[in-house]
């Protein structure tokens, strides 16, 4: 039952070249950052990320796309990232926006094992082409597919050596639905504690869809736009 490997290093040992992973976090927040820098050094390319956003120039994913390891990233969006727009207009990555209600739901449902759904979300636009329509009570729903990875890297604020998570705040938004969308998911935590010492009613996570888990060495916790309140 103890999952606990030494580092991120150990714990990315076999992702391999042109593996699809699911990256937790919503902007900067609650990304897991030392799984992100411990894959820029092994190296691995041909990448396909899952992620709401890429990033920033220098930060979280944006790494991976400086480093040339990304073939695809699959998001919400583009945000910050001025390399990922430079990137996708010389066509050296493919980009798939999906509307975020829709990402939030295929990963979910390839986490319940749900193959697709419908939902009316992006019926007659560009989000619908090439997608199968289909009519309920007199309105339009695009069919879309479950999204499922080779890996998840997920960042938790608390884990026990078990595998079992609980996160804090915005770090909640995606990482909890991409834990359970994968075939390994790894955690890298703030606080690596023992078995029954977090409160089972507030285990986010449970421990069956953890693989690996590690306390994490450094947290920047960059903020992607600092806003201050002008002096009165």
Known sequence: MNKVVANADEAIRDVFDGATILVGGFGLCGNPENLIRALVRKGTKNLTTISNNAG????GIGLLLAAGQLRRHIGTYVGENKLLEEMILQKKIDLELVPQGTFSERIRAGGAGIPAFFTPTGAGTVVAEGKEIREFDGRPHVME???RGDFAFVKAWKGDKWGNLVYRKTARNFNPMMATAAKIT???????????ELDPDLIHTPSVYVKRIFQGEVFEKKIEKRTVRKAS
């Open 186 to 196: 790894i955690a890298e935590v703030e606080h690596l504690v023992e078995p029954g």
């Open 145 to 147: 597919r479950a999204i």
């Open 56 to 59: 920033v120039d220098g930060l």
